[in-house]
């Protein structure tokens, strides 16, 4: 199970920390990625982590105001976002993949807007 918090209304220039608690599964064999999907528009990827936070990933278009990190002793995969922008609206989805097997959380809504 993964479970995302931290969303909300946040002006734009704000910044917001979203949390994906996980249970069930061994948290440390998964790569943890951040996903996003707007509205009329596809889920895209934002950000992804590997299992010992060796390496992370960035959408351009959050590079440089995103930070992803995970706790593997906590289950617990964060994404700090700062500078927001309208255009960072949309729902975000934690995601847990390894070899062939993800699961997904049913996200946490974001909204930037004066």
């Known amino acids: 199970q993964l479970v995302e918090s931290g969303g909300g209304l946040v002006q734009p220039g704000g910044s917001l920390r979203l949390s994906c608690a996980v249970s069930?599964?061994?948290?440390?064999?998964?790569?943890m990625s951040w996903h996003r999907q707007a509205p009329g528009k596809e889920r895209e990827l934002v950000a992804s982590?590997?299992?010992?936070?060796?390496?992370?990933t960035y959408a351009d278009s959050v590079k440089g105001r995103s930070t992803i990190s995970r706790i593997n002793a906590e289950n617990t995969v964060y994404l700090q976002m700062n500078s927001l922008k309208p255009e960072d609206t949309a729902v975000y989805y934690c995601?847990?993949?390894?070899?062939?097997?993800?699961?997904w959380g049913q996200g946490t809504q974001v909204t930037v807007s004066s």
């Open positions: 982590i590997t299992q010992f936070s060796i390496k992370t």
């Open positions: 069930g599964f061994m948290f440390s064999n998964y790569v």
């Open positions: 995601k847990a993949q390894s070899n062939g097997y993800q699961f």
